[in-house]
């Protein structure tokens, strides 16, 4: 029912920037929370960041605090990650994911809905 695309990823140096999208297809999106997740190569998946359906709330790990911002626009059936003050650590495959509530997405349990991910490698 939902499809999730994610895209901007790419090589930047430590301290830059970038901005990961999601492009979600279906009428309902607006009715799910949503999250970031990121994989390392030999690690677990982690949550990064997540963002309830109207936007009203959000949630950061605590790596990531202060230097991430998790946002959406509900009309053109988008979220967005906007990654400042990148650092090497941050190397992932990043995916988005759709959950019912914050709280699901937070946990990563349950969820319906993942992208296929996009890469962001950071250089020293």
């Known amino acids: 029912q939902v499809q999730l695309v994610e895209s901007g990823g790419g090589l930047v140096q430590a301290g830059g920037s970038l901005r990961l999208s999601c492009a979600a297809s279906?009428?309902?999106?607006?009715?799910?929370?949503m999250g970031w997740f990121r994989q390392a190569p030999g690690k677990e998946r982690e949550f990064v960041a997540g963002i309830t359906w109207n936007g009203a709330s959000t949630n950061y790990a605590d790596s990531v605090k202060g230097r991430f911002t998790i946002s959406r626009d509900n009309a053109v059936n988008t979220v967005y990650l906007q990654m400042n003050s990148l650092k090497p650590e941050d190397t992932a495959v990043y995916y988005c994911?759709?959950?019912?509530?914050?709280?699901?997405?937070?946990?990563?349990?349950?969820?319906?809905?993942w992208g296929r991910g996009t890469q962001v490698t950071v250089s020293s």
């Open positions: 994911a759709a959950g019912s509530t914050l709280s699901r997405v937070v946990q990563g349990s349950s969820l319906q809905y």
């Open positions: 279906g009428r309902a999106f607006s009715t799910y929370a």
